[in-house]
Structures are given as structure tokens and as C-alpha cells.
């Protein structure tokens, strides 16, 4: 009796979860369909689609995943703790973590940065391994981490004891060739650059939080206080100050960049899969999807019916 309640249970959470997931899923194919992929030079500023090579992360920075020391341009590591018994182990996570550092793609029209915060990854390079300690390579003073063999013993000749631990890890490497579903948009070449008045201001909003400083610069009578003419010649200073950083402003470079949608109407997805191999995964899942709905909805109504 105890059973069949539970499974009833089961089957009234899992058909709204299930419904939920199916309509993420058909909005993500539709997108990613109605999507066409750009070339980076020629990218419309929004949503779009890029395929390029992974060539570096964007400040020459050297990415070490830190389970395995694999070099990377992304990774993600989970560490969970069994427990329960060996044949129910009740996974439980006990530390997790996500790079946050931004890479290069490139194709044959330019490159752009890609910041994977709050992406959606789907990646072919994983592994999953057991352990019988925290971490599958031991902290060392400072801070490194040094190989331990125990991840290499056979599985099948483990014990609970051996296997309490468990230890995941994804990557993105370069020279990977992904593709990418996100905002894009073009910073600097003399774009959304403020007009004089408005750098101006800020010029003198900083000036006048030193004011110290302001009036040994200004003060020429030093009596302690910046007189009204003085005031004239600040804010021909001020002017001058801000021409000069509008130039500046107009000779940096252009940089392309693409990340997660901030009004959040678009998914944000990061694949190593091409774009027909992502939709048949997404088309899979929702198979399955409609499968669990089907399933809950029979059950369900056989128990109302009995």
C-alpha cells in the first residue's frame, strides 16, 4: 500500500516538472532552428548563433582544472560523498565548481569573447571517476594540488569503503569548434562613446572629491576656498580634460563580445556538438519528456478510476 502511494506521489511531482521541461525544450529547438549562424565580422548586435575555434582565453590567462590539472578555456568539477549503503549510495555534492574565465572563438571573418557565465554548457569532454579520499589529488601547502593514484584502481575491485567518493569534471579545450547561442554586441571603434558634457561632469564629480588636491591646482590667491573666476578656469580645465579622453575613447579597438541575454529572454547555450547533433539531443530529451508525461497521466488516471 505504502508503494503505491509513493508511486502516485511520483507521478503527480514528475507531471508539472515534466510539462515545465518539455516547453523549455521546444522554445530552445525553435530558437535554435529560427537561428541562422553569423559570421563574427558581420554579426547583428542581439541574439545570435557563432561557430568558431576556441583559441585562448581572453587575457592569456593559463586555465588548470582543479580535479585533474587538465588545461582548458572551461571547466566544471563536482565532489560528492556516498551516503548511504553500496548498493544505495545517496550521492551527496560537498563542493562544486565553475570557471568564470572568458575565451576566444574564432572563424575566418574575425574573433570574439566569449564570457560563459550562466551558459548552458553542453560539452563532449567529461569523465567520472571514484575515490576513497575528499580529493582525488591532495592539497599541498601551498595550495597545489599533487596526483593521487587511487582514482586509478579498477573500479569493479573496489570496495565501499575504496568508492565513497565521487569526482566529475567537463571541459572545454582549445581549438574545440563550438557553437554558440547568445547576446552579442561590439564594444569601442567610437561606439556608444558619452557626449563632452557628460564625461565633463564626471570629470569634475571626481575632481571635487579631492578637494584637497583641487585647490592646490586651483586655489591661486590661497585663501582656501576655489573663488568663482578659479571656478571658470576649473571647468575650462574640466572640458579640455574630457576632449582628450573622448579621443582616447575613439581610437580603442573594436572588441566583439557575446554572453548571456541580460533581460533573459533567450537561452544562453555553449556546444561542442554541432547544430543538427544539439537539436537531436534537445529532440530527445524531449521524447523523453512526453514519455514521463504520458506515463504520470496513465497512472494517475488509472488510480482515479480505481
Same mark, same amino acid.
Given at each position: /500500500?505504502?508503494g503505491?502511494?509513493?508511486?502516485?506521489?511520483?507521478?503527480?511531482?514528475s507531471?508539472? @516538472?515534466?510539462?515545465w521541461?518539455?516547453?523549455?525544450l521546444?522554445k530552445?529547438i525553435?530558437? @535554435?532552428?529560427?537561428?541562422?549562424?553569423?559570421?563574427?565580422k558581420s +554579426?547583428?548586435?542581439?541574439y545570435?548563433?557563432?561557430? =568558431?575555434?576556441v583559441?585562448?582565453t581572453?587575457?592569456?590567462?593559463?586555465?588548470?582544472?582543479p580535479?585533474?590539472?587538465?588545461?582548458?578555456?572551461?571547466? !566544471?568539477?563536482?565532489i &560528492?560523498?556516498?551516503?548511504?549503503?553500496y548498493?544505495?549510495?545517496?550521492?551527496?555534492?560537498?563542493?562544486?565548481g565553475?570557471?568564470a !574565465?572568458k575565451?576566444?572563438?574564432?572563424?575566418?571573418? =574575425?574573433?570574439?569573447?566569449i564570457d560563459?557565465?550562466?551558459a548552458?554548457?553542453?560539452?563532449?569532454?567529461?569523465?567520472?571517476?571514484?575515490?576513497?579520499?575528499?580529493?582525488p589529488m591532495?592539497?599541498t601547502?601551498?595550495s597545489?594540488?599533487?596526483?593521487?593514484?587511487s582514482f586509478?584502481?579498477?573500479? #569493479?575491485?573496489?570496495?565501499? !569503503?575504496?568508492?565513497?567518493?565521487r569526482y #566529475?569534471?567537463?571541459?572545454?579545450? +582549445?581549438?574545440?569548434?563550438i557553437?554558440?547561442?547568445?547576446y552579442?554586441?561590439?564594444?569601442?571603434?567610437?561606439?556608444?562613446?558619452?557626449?563632452i558634457?557628460k564625461i565633463?561632469?564626471?570629470?569634475?564629480?571626481?575632481?571635487?572629491?579631492n578637494?584637497?588636491k583641487?585647490?592646490?591646482k586651483?586655489?591661486?590667491n590661497?585663501d582656501?576656498?576655489i573663488? /568663482?573666476? &578659479?571656478?571658470?578656469k576649473? *571647468?575650462? +580645465? +574640466?572640458?579640455?580634460n574630457?576632449?582628450?579622453? *573622448?579621443?582616447?575613447?575613439?581610437?580603442?579597438?573594436?572588441?566583439?563580445?557575446?554572453?548571456k541575454?541580460?533581460?533573459?529572454?533567450?537561452?544562453?547555450?555553449?556546444?561542442?556538438?554541432? !547544430?543538427?547533433?544539439?537539436?537531436?539531443?534537445?529532440?530527445?530529451?524531449?521524447?523523453?519528456?512526453?514519455?514521463v508525461?504520458?506515463?504520470?497521466?496513465?497512472?494517475?488516471?488509472?488510480?482515479?478510476?480505481?
Amino acid at each position: /500500500m505504502f508503494g503505491n502511494y509513493y508511486l502516485i506521489f511520483l507521478a503527480a511531482i514528475s507531471l508539472p @516538472i515534466s510539462i515545465w521541461y518539455l516547453f523549455v525544450l521546444i522554445k530552445k529547438i525553435r530558437i @535554435i532552428e529560427d537561428t541562422p549562424t553569423s559570421k563574427i565580422k558581420s +554579426a547583428a548586435q542581439g541574439y545570435v548563433e557563432l561557430k =568558431g575555434s576556441v583559441s585562448e582565453t581572453s587575457d592569456g590567462f593559463k586555465l588548470i582544472s582543479p580535479l585533474t590539472e587538465n588545461p582548458c578555456v572551461w571547466y !566544471q568539477y563536482k565532489i &560528492e560523498q556516498s551516503q548511504g549503503s553500496y548498493l544505495s549510495p545517496n550521492w551527496q555534492t560537498i563542493e562544486k565548481g565553475t570557471s568564470a !574565465q572568458k575565451f576566444i572563438i574564432s572563424d575566418d571573418s =574575425g574573433s570574439c569573447i566569449i564570457d560563459p557565465r550562466d551558459a548552458e554548457i553542453i560539452t563532449d569532454h567529461s569523465r567520472l571517476w571514484h575515490g576513497s579520499t575528499l580529493y582525488p589529488m591532495t592539497k599541498t601547502a601551498n595550495s597545489q594540488f599533487k596526483p593521487n593514484n587511487s582514482f586509478l584502481i579498477n573500479a #569493479s575491485l573496489r570496495s565501499h !569503503q575504496q568508492t565513497r567518493y565521487r569526482y #566529475s569534471e567537463k571541459f572545454i579545450y +582549445a581549438h574545440d569548434v563550438i557553437h554558440v547561442f547568445g547576446y552579442f554586441h561590439t564594444e569601442g571603434g567610437g561606439r556608444n562613446i558619452p557626449s563632452i558634457s557628460k564625461i565633463t561632469s564626471q570629470v569634475l564629480k571626481e575632481w571635487r572629491e579631492n578637494p584637497d588636491k583641487l585647490k592646490e591646482k586651483f586655489d591661486e590667491n590661497k585663501d582656501g576656498k576655489i573663488d /568663482m573666476w &578659479e571656478w571658470d578656469k576649473v *571647468r575650462k +580645465a +574640466a572640458i579640455n580634460n574630457a576632449e582628450q579622453k *573622448r579621443k582616447k575613447l575613439f581610437n580603442t579597438p573594436i572588441i566583439h563580445i557575446l554572453s548571456k541575454d541580460k533581460l533573459n529572454k533567450h537561452p544562453f547555450i555553449i556546444s561542442t556538438h554541432s !547544430q543538427k547533433e544539439l537539436l537531436s539531443k534537445l529532440r530527445f530529451y524531449s521524447f523523453i519528456s512526453v514519455t514521463v508525461i504520458l506515463c504520470s497521466c496513465l497512472y494517475l488516471w488509472k488510480y482515479l478510476i480505481y
